[in-house]
């Protein structure tokens, strides 16, 4: 079975803060997805990366994806209480064929930036 | 604007009753799915189709049914809702399993 494990589960810091949180897996992924979910709203895809030791950057967000393609980061400068949210992410299997790949999704880490 | 609907947006309803939540997106994506999310458990699918006429069971499919008759519309459908599908619903849509999703706004079902 594979399974994704994001850490920590919550994070409450303090504006202008900077953080990290990480995605980790045993096994191995053809491309992760970072989501941020807002309260009472879908997620909202922030980035796919693809290749082992990928950095993408989206303004102050930075994402890497690990040289194994097992584990991923979010690193967050200068955190805004906009920042606030589920942050979750989802490998793409290796399994299957083509098109017929599933998500395996972790649990989220719950952001609160506060002003 | 490239979107996914969902409706209805909050729906409270009875044991036994049978509901359909709708979905629909704009972008011509061939493959759509339904999750349901639950807190501590996460987004578990319930359903997917990879094109017209073509579904397949997600990870928690008991007590759901889908069609897709057109590209566009993925209805799911509880035939006979019962307390345990009280949750938050999701439908997505993208280009393949996999690939990046567009998610709806959700529908937040309660069943009594």
């Known amino acids: 079975t594979q399974l994704l494990e994001q850490s920590p589960q919550f994070l409450s810091i303090q504006e202008g803060e900077n953080l990290t949180v990480y995605c980790n897996s045993s096994s191995v992924f053809s491309s992760l997805q970072w989501y941020r979910q807002e309260p009472g709203e879908g997620p909202v895809l922030l980035v796919t990366?693809?290749?082992g030791g990928e950095v993408k950057k989206l303004k102050r967000l930075t994402f890497q994806f690990g040289d194994a393609r097992k584990d991923s980061s979010l690193h967050i400068t200068a955190a805004q209480p906009g920042d606030t949210g589920l942050y979750l992410c989802a490998g793409r299997s290796v399994l299957g064929a083509g098109n017929n790949r599933k998500l395996i999704w972790g649990l989220g880490t719950s952001l609160a930036v506060n002003p | 604007e490239a979107q996914v609907t969902q409706n209805p947006r909050y729906l409270i309803t009875v044991t036994g009753k049978k509901l359909t939540v709708t979905c629909s997106q704009n972008?011509?994506?061939?493959?759509m799915s339904w999750y349901r999310q639950d807190p501590g458990l996460g987004l578990r699918q319930i359903y997917y189709?990879?094109?017209?006429?073509?579904?397949d069971k997600g990870d928690v499919p008991e007590g759901y049914k889908v069609s897709r008759k057109e590209k566009r519309n993925f209805p799911l459908i509880l035939e006979s809702p019962s307390p345990n599908q009280t949750s938050l619903y999701f439908c997505?849509?993208?280009?393949?399993?996999?690939?990046?999703?567009?998610f709806g706004s959700g529908t937040r079902l309660t069943v009594v």
């Open positions: 997505a849509s993208s280009l393949g399993q996999g690939v990046g999703y567009t």
């Open positions: 189709s990879m094109n017209v006429e073509v579904t």
């Open positions: 990366v693809v290749t």
């Open positions: 972008m011509n994506h061939e493959y």
